[in-house]
């Protein structure tokens, strides 16, 4: 993010992104030279200030002046959210696309930025682009009163400015927001939540995410044996409620449920329980696959994938999360989880939960019980808790699982060790994958990019959907293993413009 904050104006802009500000990064002659040789009209004075952005696709630069007795009739009227108005235009010339954002700081007087995006070969996708980002930008405008309202030291709305950046413009865009927060957390260094937004956003897109040293600390040398998912399966089926619990952010804990799921399924199994999950329940278990209002953790391609399995093997899919009492958290989604799942009044049910951390621990928990304790006592039902986060592989990645052999260890019935590689595509069952070959997936136009590829069925339904596969763009080719379907494979740039599209048919 950066910040325009001008005290004689009383105004503030947050440009997030990669925005960059005045002659450090780039001299107010070259910005100049850049509209007049496109015939774009650049003030001639009161200019306040000017830059550019780190892309390398469709380089951008702006200027913003002083103006005034400004006609901002044909302009579009828009409020930020500190119901701050401004005025926005969008321009089309050649393949250049030249946008103006109109302040009015005082009486009769604006501060007029405009912005040229050059070298455009997808006009229809670059202009809702353009508006994405002007809505982006400028729903942090405040000025006069809203102005002096902002304190200084106010800590920016982490949340609000990464899903504005994920969301806006009607499809979902993982890169800028992950970079947003990178910028965020580097100006904003004690902020922990920043930082645990950004490594969340962070292992959406596959990438590895560091444990900090108190959790490294927290691992012990232990004995361990390998297991396969049969014999998980053999070991826990037994049971009627089965809880496993996650770090939030690892996709892997995801994977493996997703992996026992198809075996589960034929021991009775036929409901999944899930934290991460909204108030979503009823579209998920009519259409099968989460979009991008359904949770927060549900953006993650793995879990995303987990749903989709628990409906092929037909489990019902609920979420049991407390969004109101948070005193109360874990006695609420007990009792979420019995009046969705209904477990007490009915027989057959068989239950899967996927819970956070320490919502399955069965130990000493002082006087505020966890999620499992408050489900027992309520039911009278034992959960069978499988704790996949004590021991969490921290490099030793071989597409592996362990159970652990320490015989201390009472805060759950079973301790893992997840090894898997979080990197593959499973839904349903893993056995009927094929492989495929996405040919070189770098542009030296495009910079920061990404791959996304979604059952194609989904996308046309919602082009919210979440995308069954999510990595950033390599230099090589990447191999994938996709099930039996049709998929479309999207590759969307920085700002989310699609760079490549292509439909990918596996028999």
């Not at 901002?72 to 108005?85: E, R």
């Not at 202009?127 to 006069?144: E, P, Q, R, W």
């Not at 986060?389 to 019935?413: C, T």
Request: proline residues 3%; glycine residues 4%; aromatic residues 10%.
């Amino acid at each position: 993010m950066n910040q325009l904050t001008n005290d004689s104006l009383g105004l503030k802009i947050d440009f997030y992104g990669n925005a960059n500000l005045g002659s450090k990064y780039i001299d107010l002659k070259d910005v100049r030279s850049v509209f007049r040789k496109r015939k774009i009209k650049f003030p001639s004075k009161n200019i306040v200030l000017w830059g550019t952005y780190d892309v390398t696709r469709n380089p951008m630069y702006f200027v913003g002046s002083l103006e005034t007795f400004l006609d901002v009739s044909k302009f579009t009227a828009d409020t930020s959210m500190y119901h701050c108005i401004y005025y926005r235009s969008i321009q089309k010339n050649r393949d250049n696309i030249i946008s103006s954002v109109a302040i009015p700081y005082k009486k009769d007087s604006f501060l007029l930025i405009s912005e040229v995006r050059t070298e455009i070969t997808d006009m229809q996708e670059s202009v809702k682009d353009v508006l994405n980002s002007i809505k982006t930008s400028y729903n942090s405008l405040a000025y006069g009163a809203k102005f002096a309202e902002q304190k200084p030291d106010e800590e920016p709305d982490y949340f609000s400015i990464a899903e504005s950046a994920f969301k806006d413009g009607g499809y979902v865009n993982y890169v800028y927001p992950r970079d947003t927060l990178e910028k965020l957390v580097l100006q904003n260094e004690n902020s922990q939540f920043a930082n645990e937004l950004f490594k969340s956003y962070s292992s959406f897109l596959g990438e590895s995410v560091q444990y900090d040293s108190a959790t490294k600390q927290e691992q012990q040398a232990v004995e361990k044996t390998a297991i396969t998912i049969d014999e998980i399966v053999e070991k826990i089926k037994a049971h009627r409620v089965l809880m496993f619990n996650e770090n939030h952010l690892q996709p892997r804990c995801r994977l493996l449920i997703n992996l026992l799921l198809p075996k589960l399924s034929k021991e009775g199994f036929n409901v999944l329980a899930l934290e991460s999950l909204s108030e979503d329940e009823d579209r998920i278990n009519r259409l099968g696959f989460p979009n991008v209002e359904s949770g927060f953790y549900t953006r993650d391609p793995n879990m995303a994938n987990l749903i989709r399995t628990a409906r092929i093997y037909g489990l019902k899919v609920i979420g049991y999360e407390d969004f109101g009492n948070a005193s109360q958290r874990d006695l609420q989604q007990a009792k979420n989880l019995i009046q969705k799942s209904e477990i007490a009044t009915k027989n057959q049910v068989k239950v899967i939960v996927l819970a956070g951390g320490g919502h399955i621990d069965e130990g000493d928990t002082g006087e505020n019980k966890s999620m499992a304790q408050y489900f027992k006592k309520l039911t009278e039902i034992d959960p069978y808790t499988i704790n996949q986060v004590k021991f969490l592989a921290m490099q030793e990645i071989n597409d592996s699982i362990y159970v652990i052999d320490n015989k201390v260890l009472n805060g759950s019935d079973l301790y893992l060790s997840n090894n898997l590689n979080s990197d593959k595509i499973v839904i349903g069952s893993n056995d009927l994958n094929r492989r495929y070959r996405l040919l070189s997936t770098d542009s030296t136009k495009s910079g920061k990019s990404a791959i996304y590829i979604y059952h194609e069925k989904e996308y046309q339904l919602d082009k919210t959907a979440i995308p069954v596969y999510l990595s950033l763009s390599q230099k090589d080719s990447v191999q994938i293993e996709l099930p039996k379907g049709i998929y479309r494979y999207l590759k969307r740039d920085y700002y989310g413009a699609i760079i490549h599209q292509e439909i990918i048919e596996v028999e």
